[in-house]
């Protein structure tokens, strides 16, 4: 199974909005509403703050969406703070009773 | 709250076996599927493992399959990981984490232990 594609990197001034992309395949992304997206913090434990594609744990900040087209997914993260600075990492549920991530998006709050 | 603790972590010569141990509190464990998840070095994350909440299914990575096999305990409430014939390419930190919802999503991870295959 093949990682998912996102960028290596993505970067915003505060305030500003910022998007990530997931990019699979048929039997991934584009085959299940079951995409969730992570922020880890480097040394601390990965967050959920988007899961089955479009929805919040309790707790997480409705600055953070997402959203999917076919094969990919996105998340976005409005009303970009220094605290979002982190590595974000989508997932989906695969057709082989598996779970595939992408390889990680550093984003970079200027 | 929720806890997670993983220990068994340590550094290992290629072809020797670790087991991880994932200590679980704070939720009722035997009504959630668990899963193992890895990150190499410089690495992003990687699935290893997940099993049902009864113990009784079970689905690896194909890269783990056939040498790790994961197991759990519900009534001492931890999760292992048993992993045979280790290579330096198994080099990672190692996440126990619950599953939320109807998907494979992982709403709790512990902290993490450190395997570190090397000669």
């Known amino acids: 199974q093949s990682a998912l594609t996102q960028p290596a990197s993505v970067s915003g001034s505060p305030g500003q909005s910022v998007t990530i992309s997931c990019t699979g395949s048929n039997s991934d992304v584009g085959r299940y509403n079951y995409v969730s997206w992570y922020q880890h913090h480097p040394g601390k434990a990965p967050k959920l703050i988007i899961y089955?594609?479009?929805y919040r744990p309790s707790g997480v900040s409705d600055r953070f969406s997402g959203s999917k087209s076919g094969i990919t997914a996105s998340l976005t993260v409005s009303g970009l703070q220094a605290e979002d600075e982190a590595n974000y990492y989508c997932s989906s549920y695969t057709s082989s009773a598996s779970l595939v991530f992408g390889g990680g998006t550093k984003l970079t709050v200027l | 709250q929720v806890q997670l603790a993983e220990s068994g972590g340590g550094v290992v010569q290629p072809g020797r076996s670790l087991r991880l141990a994932c200590a679980a509190s704070g939720f009722t464990f035997s009504k959630f599927d668990m899963h193992w998840v890895r990150q190499a070095p410089g690495k992003g994350l990687e699935w290893v493992a997940v099993?049902?909440?009864?113990?009784?299914?079970?689905f690896y990575a194909d890269s783990v399959k056939g040498r790790f096999t994961i197991s759990r305990d519900n009534s001492k409430s931890t999760l292992f990981l048993q992993m045979n014939s280790l290579t330096v390419e198994d080099t990672a930190v190692y996440y126990c984490?619950?599953?939320?919802?109807?998907?494979?999503?992982?709403?709790?991870w512990g902290q993490g232990t450190l395997v570190t295959v090397s000669s």
């Open positions: 984490a619950k599953r939320y919802g109807s998907g494979w999503n992982l709403d709790y």
């Open positions: 099993v049902s909440s009864g113990g009784d299914t079970r």
């Open positions: 089955d594609v479009n």
